[in-house]
């Protein structure tokens, strides 16, 4: 699977991150409770660095629940908080402000509120979670004189202080594993998919992992078979027919993406713990300052 960024995009979101992170006492890095490992962006680790970092994982409701417990124990080791949320219901959001209240001030006896900054890829719940951090009691606090001009702060309960435009990293992408993991939850937009492609690669996931998601799901007799072929008889039983009553291979691989962005074949996570190790399988990027796509 291809993937093309805009690396001039990037070093401006780099640029940016490393302006507001010397802002903020501690920054929450938002990760796809799917892809944990994916959906972190190991390249702005030397801005992030510079404080403590929280990771939340969202779309927790969509994950396999033992793996997403995995992955916490697993990413408490790296970074100083880590916890599941649903960013959509808000369920979880109580916890990680319990837990952030607990992160300390970066000037001792500082009287003003702890602040936090958002981070994360495209897609995975950053504005979702701002929202659901703010609730109701939430009140814009508007510019602080004499700390920067324009920047916007949302006071949280609890004596938080969130700033209000998050972080946009764009992963970079070390391989095609990742490229894959990035693209079946929706990080990457999917007008530059290619869905048959990717209903390939998920299908060969399932197969691997949980063949017998597909076979209650779709009410196949089995899973023997190519993933085309598989791709094929879904079309098939769901009606993605183009003239004549051949299959629609492309509408049927977007109906497949769909059910599993929707966890309609289940709660999956597509990492596992111990699994992901430093792949680099030959996918390059340049963090030039150009605006051209790579090729
Ligand atoms: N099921 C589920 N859906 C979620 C969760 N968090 C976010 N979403 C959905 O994911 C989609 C993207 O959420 P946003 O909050 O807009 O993500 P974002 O990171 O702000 O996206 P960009 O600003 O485009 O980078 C929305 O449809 C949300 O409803 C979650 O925890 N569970
Ligand atoms: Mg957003």
Redesign the pocket.
């Known amino acids: 699977m291809e993937i093309q960024w805009y690396p001039g995009q990037m070093a401006k979101a780099k640029r940016l991150m490393r302006e507001n992170i010397k802002l903020v006492d501690a920054v929450i890095e938002?990760l796809d409770?799917r892809i944990p490992a994916s959906s972190r962006n190991i390249d702005i680790q030397e801005i992030l660095e510079k404080r403590p970092v929280v990771a939340a994982l969202?779309?927790?409701?969509?994950a396999d629940p033992q793996a997403t417990e995995e992955w916490l124990h697993e990413l408490r080791k790296d970074y100083v908080l880590a916890t599941a949320?649903?960013?959509?219901?808000g369920q979880g959001v109580k916890t990680l402000i319990q837990l952030l209240k607990t992160i300390p001030h970066r000037r001792k006896h500082a009287q003003r509120p702890l602040r936090f900054m958002i981070v994360?890829?495209?897609?995975?719940?950053?504005?979702?979670?701002?929202?659901r951090l703010i609730g109701r009691s939430a009140t814009m606090t508007g510019d602080k004189p004499g700390i920067t001009k324009g920047k916007q702060w949302v006071r949280l309960a609890g004596d938080l202080e969130l700033l209000d435009t998050?972080g946009?990293l764009w992963p970079k992408i070390h391989s095609k594993r990742q490229a894959f993991g990035l693209a079946a939850v929706?990080a990457v937009k999917d007008e530059i998919l290619d869905p048959v492609e990717l209903g390939i690669e998920l299908m060969n996931f399932f197969l691997t992992y949980t063949p017998q998601s597909l076979i209650k799901r779709y009410k196949l007799a089995s899973t023997a078979g190519e993933p085309q072929t598989l791709l094929q008889e879904i079309g098939k039983r769901r009606g993605c027919l183009v003239k004549g009553g051949e299959v629609d291979l492309e509408a049927a691989a977007r109906l497949f993406i769909k059910d599993f962005r929707?966890?309609r074949l289940g709660r999956i996570t597509l990492e596992k713990v111990g699994e992901m190790g430093e792949e680099n399988d030959g996918l390059h990027q340049n963090d030039s300052d150009t605006d051209k796509p790579l090729s």
């Open positions: 938002v409770a969202t779309r927790s409701d969509l949320v649903n960013a959509n219901s994360g890829i495209p897609n995975v719940g950053k504005s979702s979670l701002i929202n998050p946009l929706g929707e966890a």
